[in-house]
């Protein structure tokens, strides 16, 4: 359950940050809003599979409601994800931890 999390956390974040830094001014400075909609929809399913992911792997590892916050709350603020990849998620913080990978 760890990997996907993972690969989902890093593609929303990058879903995210295309979003605001490449499709959002193309919509409004260039007027092409095509490549907006379809980033918007794939970092929507992104967002919400991130979301059930997290919430899903917190309850797999036991883990409490303030490490499951801050998973959550990471999906709305940029670079979160990748913090959150690095911080909670990556095998040596879990190894560190004495869980188990």
């Known amino acids: 359950m760890l990997l996907p999390l993972r690969i989902v956390a890093i593609l929303e974040g990058i879903s995210y940050l ?35 992911l997290a919430v899903a792997f917190c309850i797999h590892r036991k883990w409490g409601f303030k490490r499951m916050f801050i998973l959550v709350l990471a999906s709305l603020l940029p670079f979160a994800t990748f913090y959150v990849d690095h911080k909670y998620l990556s095998s040596a913080s879990l190894s560190l931890a004495g869980e188990k990978p």
């Open 18 to 52: 295309a979003l605001f830094a490449v499709t959002m001014p193309l919509k409004y400075l260039a007027d092409l809003p095509v490549p907006n909609k379809y980033v918007g929809y794939a970092h929507g399913v992104l967002f919400i599979a991130y979301v059930l």
